[in-house]
């Protein structure tokens, strides 16, 4: 069911699956009146896989309307579409009609699916990180960071989480080069020490004769970073 076209399967001999709105009931406003546009960005999706699903027969109820520019468009009303939201439909996995990644939405588990919807999810984590910690807040930590400023303290400086600093750096190599330069500054033995990139280096030592803090200079991270990936494989 999951291959190429439909075109061969019969619609009675497809499963009931929940409406593609289903997910995005609560976000309906019922008071409201919807044109398509309005519905792809409720559902995340482009206009023109919702005009597909329109004329599929998967948002039916809609009211065609004359456009002010010539042409018609479609419109819903808010109780219109949460009724669709709460009422099973079946599905035809049409991969001529629709894209993969809205197949991929309504169910569909086929490779090519599965893989649009790999790529799309990592361009919007993407997009997402670019939005929240762009270039000039990147340049302002990498700032801070060489002048000593511990990784954690410059993200809180220039408002950005720790997770989306180390977030962007597992995905944006020439970043992390950046940050793993900047973050030599922070090296509490020095990079020529055989304490360097060790256990007792990353951990430090609280009490005894000569306390030293813990380490969060490159060297050490680099240990505790390759620590972590081992365990994870053996795990």
Not at 161 to 166: F, I, P
Not at 219 to 235: D, F, I, K, N
Request: glycine share 10%.
């Amino acid at each position: 069911m999951c291959g190429g076209g439909s075109k061969g399967l019969a619609v009675s001999r497809t499963p009931s699956r929940p409406h593609p709105l289903a997910a995005y009931a609560e976000k309906i406003d019922v008071e409201a009146v919807y044109t398509l546009r309005q519905v792809a960005g409720l559902m995340e999706l482009a206009p023109s896989s919702v005009q597909a699903m329109a004329r599929h027969g998967w948002l039916p109820g809609s009211r065609v309307r004359p456009h002010a520019r010539g042409g018609r468009r479609y419109t819903w009303t808010g109780k219109q579409l949460l009724r669709l939201a709460n009422r099973p439909i079946r599905v035809a996995f049409d991969h001529e009609l629709f894209s993969p990644t809205t197949l991929y939405r309504v169910g569909c588990r086929c490779q090519t699916c599965v893989d649009a919807h790999t790529v799309e999810s990592r361009e919007r984590r993407h997009r997402l990180s670019d939005e929240a910690f762009p270039e000039e807040k990147q340049k302002r930590l990498l700032g801070l960071v060489a002048d000593q400023m511990p990784v954690a303290e410059a993200a809180a400086a220039v408002g950005v989480t720790l997770g989306q600093v180390y977030g962007r750096a597992n995905w944006d190599p020439s970043f992390a080069e950046e940050l793993d330069e900047a973050a030599w500054s922070l090296c509490v033995l020095g990079p020529d020490s055989p304490g360097c990139s060790t256990p007792s280096g990353y951990r430090g030592y609280a009490r005894g004769r000569d306390p030293r803090p813990a380490c969060r200079g490159t060297g050490c991270r680099e240990w505790r970073r390759e620590t972590s990936q081992q365990a994870r494989a053996a795990a």
